[in-house]
């Protein structure tokens, strides 16, 4: 039997290329149906197992005789997954990646249940972004987060991507957090979204002075999206809203918080964004 060697050539190095990629859960769920078919049908993922549960997955030799780059946890509701079952697959992808993709009902479970560290969470209407983007870092030769990275830590990991081109129309766009390290690496992430980036810390004194610069700049009453992290500002919300309101009359509103779900909507902003998730929830569009 012959064989056509530069094609069967081509065909391996073509897979070698490719992400590995095992799916754990319930892939028929209709919360997930979508990141499925997104990555049964990526031309850089090859799915190399899907199982029911994370028991199945290591009886079948997963991270053993199934070799994954990533693990895709499918999460439907908070007690789907013991501490010990996602314990041994942690450890089993420990220099790997293992991405607990949680669906409506599990959105709280970073507060009330310790199963999943924080660098493995990830929404599922985040998962596909979060997903392509660990398939750029594998390609690339980086390495994955340690289990034990912190939250600020997944929070610049997820925000590094290179060259990324956010398709909006604002004029500016003005990030507002106590939080150094979260605005400054926002502003970073956003440099190519507008023609000016504005940050600063919520204090009066620089409000003011952020706001005088904005105006001389001549952006005052044209489109500015404000990003305004309202983590501990509960006393100081309605103030912050009020003022923003009051200087830019087109401004465009997004809310920073780590627990967007206990935020109600009352309709005084446009959008709340997850921070460990403010890389793929500003999708292109969204500014």
């Not at 450890?91 to 970073?110: A, K, Q, T």
């Not at 081109?165 to 605005?183: C, H, K, P, T, V």
């Amino acid at each position: 039997m012959e064989t056509d060697w530069p094609k069967f050539q081509m065909h391996e190095e073509r897979k070698s290329q490719l992400t590995a990629v095992a799916i754990i859960g319930r892939s028929d769920a209709c919360e997930f149906r979508t990141l499925v078919r997104q990555i049964q049908n990526s031309r850089d993922l090859v799915v190399v197992g899907q199982f029911d549960t994370i028991k199945e997955a290591v009886d079948a030799g997963l991270a053993e005789r199934i070799p994954a780059d990533v693990v895709v946890v499918l999460q439907a509701f908070s007690d789907e997954y013991s501490a010990a079952d996602a314990g041994e697959l942690i450890g089993r992808m420990l220099f790997g990646r293992v991405l607990c993709c949680y669906g409506p009902w599990c959105i709280s479970d970073g507060r009330t249940h310790d199963i999943w560290p924080v660098v493995a969470r990830v929404s599922v209407g985040s998962a596909w972004s979060v997903l392509q983007q660990e398939s750029r870092n594998i390609r690339a030769g980086l390495p994955a987060l340690l289990p034990m990275a912190a939250a600020e830590e997944v929070f610049v990991h997820r925000a590094a991507v290179a060259s990324v081109r956010y398709q909006g129309a604002s004029d500016a766009i003005l990030i507002i957090s106590d939080d150094r390290m979260l605005r400054e690496t926002i502003a970073e992430t956003l440099r190519h979204s507008a023609t000016q980036v504005f940050d600063c810390s919520t204090s009066l004194n620089q409000l003011q002075r952020v706001f005088k610069k904005l105006i001389a700049a001549n952006v005052a009453h044209s489109k500015v999206s404000v990003l305004l992290d309202i983590d501990g500002m509960e006393s100081r919300e309605s103030e912050l809203l009020a003022m923003l309101r009051a200087h830019f009359s087109a401004t465009r509103l997004l809310l920073l918080s780590s627990f967007p779900q206990s935020i109600a909507d009352n309709g005084t902003y446009d959008q709340i964004i997850d921070k460990l998730e403010v890389n793929a929830q500003l999708a292109p569009g969204r500014m």
